[in-house]
């Protein structure tokens, strides 16, 4: 059974910092992309950042500048740096990835999320 566990969520200060990382674990054959989406109340799950197997990163205009992706391929985890949070980072935040999955055989490439972790930016 894949899993994707997140940690590094917490309680930071604006103009703090955090690191997430998101660690796969299973019977895994390939990790394709990887992206961080985080969810607020009251509105819809958005896209912070993604990051292709071979480094290409991509933000949104709300986190560019402040939020950094990357990835160890070798240890199956990906890692979303933090800095400078405001209150209006404050939300859970997901990992999400592209996997292939052992089984008898090799399976298509599945989305696979985390349960996901709280991030509160408050004074």
């Known amino acids: 059974q894949v899993q994707l566990v997140e940690s590094g969520g917490g309680l930071v200060q604006p103009g703090g910092s955090l690191r997430l990382s998101c660690a796969a674990s299973?019977?895994?054959?390939?990790?394709?992309?990887m992206y961080w989406h985080r969810q607020a109340p009251g509105k819809e799950r958005e896209l912070v950042a993604l990051?292709?197997?071979?480094?290409?990163?991509n933000y949104p205009d709300s986190v560019k500048g402040r939020f950094t992706i990357s990835r160890d391929n070798a240890k199956n985890t990906v890692y979303l740096q933090m800095n400078n949070l405001k209150p209006e980072d404050t939300a859970v935040y997901y990992c999400?990835?592209?996997?292939?999955?052992?089984?008898?055989?090799?399976?298509?490439?599945?989305?696979?999320w985390g349960q996901g972790t709280q991030v509160t930016v408050s004074s």
């Open positions: 990051i292709t197997r071979s480094g290409v990163t």
């Open positions: 299973g019977k895994i054959f390939s990790i394709n992309d």
């Open positions: 999400n990835a592209q996997i292939r999955e052992y089984r008898s055989y090799v399976l298509p490439a599945e989305d696979y």
